[in-house]
């Protein structure tokens, strides 16, 4: 669960986050990636940190097998699919938090790099979850209010129903583009 491929000793990894939080922090990395939507789901990420917090009192959560295991039990009633689409949302919260991937988006576009097109240049941002799109959008507005170019779409782009069809993995896509002015 981690895009690099050296050990950095300092950043923690998801098995130090699943077994060192406490039920509040982890309760909040899901919160913070937004990947639950409504209050409802607010209540699952406290029911996925508990669960989380009591399994690691009788072992180590090593592997992603084990944390599944946990997760499907938090929600038994669900079908495959949907027990299978709250985990999913899970482990990317994990994800996101030990690769810091939001703050480094944030950085990243922060700098301007718009800058660094030429006149009439374009920068195409393809996001899969909303917090991600969100940081993408203030940016993309922050640009524009300074008069650096515009927005190339007025809403944001989304797939198609026919690509839904043909690609189901591409529900969470969303693309903006930014064209710098001459």
């Known amino acids: 669960m981690r895009y690099s491929t050296t050990q950095d000793r300092e950043s923690s990894t998801a098995s ?22 409504n ?11 508990k669960a989380i917090c ?3 009192q009788t072992e180590v959560i090593s592997t992603t097998t084990q944390l599944r295991q946990i997760l499907f039990n938090v929600f038994p009633n669900l079908s495959n699919r949907d027990q299978y689409r709250k985990v ?20 990243f576009l922060e700098k301007d790099p718009i800058n660094l097109l030429a006149a009439n240049g374009s920068m195409v941002v393809l996001t899969f979850h909303s917090s991600e799109d969100k940081i993408v959008s203030d940016h993309f507005r922050r640009w524009q209010r300074r008069k650096y170019g ?3 779409f007025k809403k944001v ?8 069809n043909e ?3 591409s529900a969470s896509a969303k ?3 930014f064209v710098r002015f001459q």
């Open 16 to 37: 130090d986050i699943v077994n060192n939080c406490s039920q509040y922090e982890l309760e909040s990395i899901i919160k913070r990636c937004k990947l639950f939507v």
């Open 39 to 49: 209050h409802s789901d607010d209540s699952n990420a406290e029911l996925i940190s």
């Open 54 to 56: 009591k399994a690691r």
């Open 88 to 107: 999913m949302k899970v482990f990317m919260a994990l994800r996101i938090t030990v690769n810091d991937e939001l703050l480094i988006l944030d950085k």
């Open 150 to 152: 515009e927005q190339v």
């Open 157 to 164: 782009i989304t797939p198609s129903e026919l690509e839904l």
């Open 167 to 169: 690609n189901p993995a």
């Open 175 to 177: 693309l903006r583009a």
